[in-house]
């Protein structure tokens, strides 16, 4: 059986695979759970940059993992202006 990833792997593995696929700017991780599945990542990124940068657009990415650590699947959660509460975008 292989060693299962530890919650600072699975940070890693995701800040990458969202850096590669995306091809933006990963600004952070926002939340990282223990699922049924296996792990739920939400990763913040850079979509646009602006000047002045609070207008920077900042959108938040859920990624799903298996318990090996492989992604499974990923879709754009929300789209916000940085530093705002605020969500101008929201997926369902």
Not at 22 to 37: D, Y
Not at 38 to 62: C, N
């Amino acid at each position: 059986m292989a060693k299962k990833p530890k919650m600072q792997e699975i940070c890693e593995i995701v800040t990458e695979t969202a850096g590669l696929l995306l091809k933006k700017k990963v600004e952070g991780i926002s939340s990282v759970a223990k699922v049924e599945s296996g792990w739920r990542v939400d990763v913040e990124t850079l979509e646009r940059k602006a000047i002045p940068d609070t207008q920077d657009l900042i959108a938040k990415y859920q990624f799903d993992l298996d318990e090996g650590g492989d992604v499974t699947g990923y879709h754009r959660v929300e789209i916000r202006r940085r530093g705002d509460l605020e969500v101008i975008e929201e997926e369902v």
